[in-house]
Each structure stands twice: as structure tokens, then as C-alpha cells.
């Protein structure tokens, strides 16, 4: 029997458009353009589909077409595709910068609040420290002290990326354990990013964790 329980977030719309219109609708690395008009052909291909509503379907659509990936795909001498992934108009010059421009705006908008978010936890009170306990007795105060611990060398900081800034095919190095590791770039999103490992392992992992 066909499932038809109804779909219940965006994300599960758009992994079910990848589903459907695999030439059209691509799951991960840089999205292709989408035909102007799209979401009216979607509605009519999917009209007696009761897993989709046409409210969540354009809620999903919406998110897929603000996502970083999506902005990313919109370039110069780029076709818009239709449902099926045939080629239409060729983006003009003004939808180009109006993308690169959201891109910028969005990235903006989330490394500013975590930038408040950081600020926020080093502003925070530290806890007073607990005196030491007192000693015993004076018998114990005339022994010798123990030898002062030598402090602990310190490598060079590591250069954090500025996020802003990645780009899909970039070379990095992930923090993993005490040591980076090299890795390339696959998928910058507005949470993390997906990077392969030399080994051909891939990762998702946070701006954190990423070093130059």
C-alpha cells in the first residue's frame, strides 16, 4: 500500500522533491537554478499528491531557494531547469547579484549572532577561586616546598577561517583530536560544512572546527 502519510517539515519536502525530480532538485554541493514559475508546475504535478500541501510546499521551496548552496549555484552563463532538468533562460546579470547579494546579507546576519553569542560567554562572571587550605600545624610550614611545576610550552595559535569567506573546493585543515587535518571543501551551508578528508572520508562539521 502506498504511503500516504502527509510530510511534516520542509526538509522532508525537499528530500522528497530529490526524490521525485532528481534533475531538477539536487540533494547536496551547488544547486541548480530554478525555472521562474516553478512552484506553479510543482503544484499541478503534485496536485492528487496528498503527502504535500500546497502551504508546506512553498514554505519548502522557499527555504531551498534562500539556502547558501542554492545562492552559491546562481553564476554567470547558468540556465535556469524545469522539473524534468531541461534548460531554459540563461540568468541575467541583475538575478546574479541579487543572489550574491542575499548570500552576503545571510552570512552576515549568522556570524554576527554568534559573534554575540561568544562575546556573551566571555563576558560571564568567572567564579571566584577557593582560597587554599590552611595547614595543619607550623611543623608542616617548615617543609620544603616542592619545586614549581615548569609551565606547559604553547604551540602558535591556530588561524581560525573567517567564514564568510569559504568557497566549495577550498582547502582547509579540520580539527580533529590535537591535530588538523587537511581536507577540501564539498558543501558550505548556514550551519557547517561538509569537507572530504585525503583518505576520501567525508565529514560534516562545524566553522569551528576549521583552521588555516
Known amino acids: 500500500m502506498e504511503n500516504t502519510e502527509k510530510l511534516k517539515n520542509s526538509k522532508e519536502i525537499v528530500a522528497y522533491l530529490v526524490e521525485k525530480f532528481p534533475a531538477c532538485f539536487i540533494a547536496e554541493g551547488e544547486a541548480k537554478p530554478l525555472k521562474i514559475g516553478i512552484f506553479q508546475d510543482l503544484a499541478a504535478r503534485l496536485a492528487d499528491d496528498e503527502r504535500v500541501s500546497k502551504t508546506m510546499l512553498r514554505s519548502a521551496l522557499r527555504q531551498y531557494t534562500s539556502s547558501w548552496r542554492y545562492l552559491h549555484g546562481l553564476k554567470a552563463g547558468q540556465a535556469r531547469v524545469d522539473l524534468d532538468g531541461n534548460p531554459g533562460e540563461v540568468l541575467t546579470e541583475e538575478h546574479i547579484e541579487h543572489a550574491k547579494q542575499a548570500l552576503k546579507e545571510s552570512k552576515e546576519?549568522?556570524?554576527?549572532?554568534?559573534?554575540?553569542?561568544?562575546?556573551?560567554?566571555?563576558?560571564?562572571?568567572?567564579?571566584?577561586?577557593?582560597?587554599?587550605?590552611?595547614?595543619?600545624?607550623?611543623?608542616?610550614?617548615?617543609?620544603?616546598?616542592?619545586?614549581?611545576?615548569?609551565?606547559?610550552?604553547?604551540?602558535?595559535?591556530?588561524?581560525?577561517?573567517?567564514?564568510?569567506?569559504?568557497?566549495?573546493?577550498?582547502?582547509?585543515?579540520?580539527?580533529?583530536?590535537?591535530?588538523?587535518?587537511?581536507?577540501?571543501?564539498?558543501?558550505?551551508?548556514?550551519?557547517?560544512?561538509?569537507?572530504?578528508?585525503?583518505?576520501?572520508?567525508?565529514?560534516?562539521?562545524?566553522?569551528?572546527?576549521?583552521?588555516?
Open 109 to 212: 546576519r549568522v556570524f554576527a549572532s554568534r559573534r554575540t553569542n561568544t562575546k556573551e560567554k566571555e563576558d560571564k562572571p568567572k567564579q571566584p577561586r577557593r582560597p587554599a587550605p590552611r595547614k595543619a600545624d607550623a611543623a608542616r610550614s617548615d617543609k620544603p616546598k616542592a619545586a614549581p611545576k615548569a609551565a606547559p610550552v604553547t604551540e602558535a595559535p591556530l588561524v581560525k577561517v573567517d567564514a564568510a569567506t569559504l568557497k566549495v573546493d577550498q582547502g582547509v585543515r579540520v580539527v580533529l583530536g590535537k591535530n588538523p587535518v587537511p581536507a577540501t571543501i564539498k558543501e558550505v551551508t548556514k550551519d557547517d560544512v561538509q569537507v572530504q578528508l585525503q583518505t576520501g572520508m567525508m565529514l560534516r562539521v562545524k566553522f569551528e572546527h576549521l583552521v588555516l
